[in-house]
């Protein structure tokens, strides 16, 4: 995954001497990106909403509220 990161982030501005022949795939898939993007011709959001809560199969790792309050202002 490291590789691929690479390939996106560092080839464009220093391309690579040898390319390997798999250097076209990677495993990334595009989860968001707006119209002007140079990776996709539409505006594309696989994101999902931010209240949906996160169901974990174990239940140790669930999400508790927070439990720190905001403290009041004092003046």
């Known amino acids: 995954m490291i590789d691929d990161m690479l390939k996106l982030v ?41 209240n949906i809560k996160l169901l974990y199969p174990i239940r140790e790792f669930k999400q508790l509220a927070n439990p720190i309050k905001p403290l009041a202002m004092t003046m």
Request: proline letters at 10%.
């Open 10 to 50: 560092v080839d464009p501005h220093f391309p690579p001497e040898k390319k390997s022949k798999h250097y076209d795939k990677n495993r990334f898939e595009l989860l968001y990106c707006t119209h002007l993007s140079k990776l996709s011709s539409k505006p594309v959001n696989r994101r999902r909403d931010y």
